[in-house]
């Protein structure tokens, strides 16, 4: 079995910083790609971010120039560093990865239960 755990969401002023962290624990042989989502009350869960196991990275283009998505592959961990945070940042973050668990199995998507992030204007 595979989880994912997110940290580091809380309440931040607008223009504050904030680091996400998901860490995947389990039975773990690789992690594919990472991303994080957001959704935010009334609105539908939307892409925010995402890193290759190359790390090529894409971003929407609402935090572009903003959030940083980054990974340890060593500790299976992907981060998200948000900086200057708008109010309109203001939702639950979940982190989604493509996991397997052995190198001759298939990579198979897993989801963490989210971390609130408030944004105050």
């Known amino acids: 079995q595979v989880h994912l755990v997110e940290s580091g969401g809380g309440l931040v002023q607008a223009g504050g910083s904030l680091r996400l962290s998901c860490a995947a624990s389990?039975?773990?042989?690789?992690?594919?790609?990472m991303r994080w989502y957001r959704q935010a009350p009334g609105k539908q869960r939307e892409l925010v971010a995402l890193?290759?196991?190359?790390?090529?990275?894409n971003y929407a283009d609402s935090v572009k120039g903003r959030y940083t998505i980054s990974r340890d592959n060593a500790k299976n961990t992907v981060y998200l560093q948000m900086n200057s945070l708008k109010p309109e940042d203001t939702a639950v973050y979940y982190c989604?990865?493509?996991?397997?668990?052995?190198?001759?199995?298939?990579?198979?998507?897993?989801w963490g239960q989210g971390t609130q992030v408030t944004v105050s204007s």
């Open positions: 389990g039975s773990i042989f690789s992690a594919n790609t």
């Open positions: 989604n990865a493509d996991i397997r668990m052995a190198a001759h199995s298939t990579y198979q998507n897993y």
């Open positions: 890193i290759t196991s190359v790390f090529t990275t």
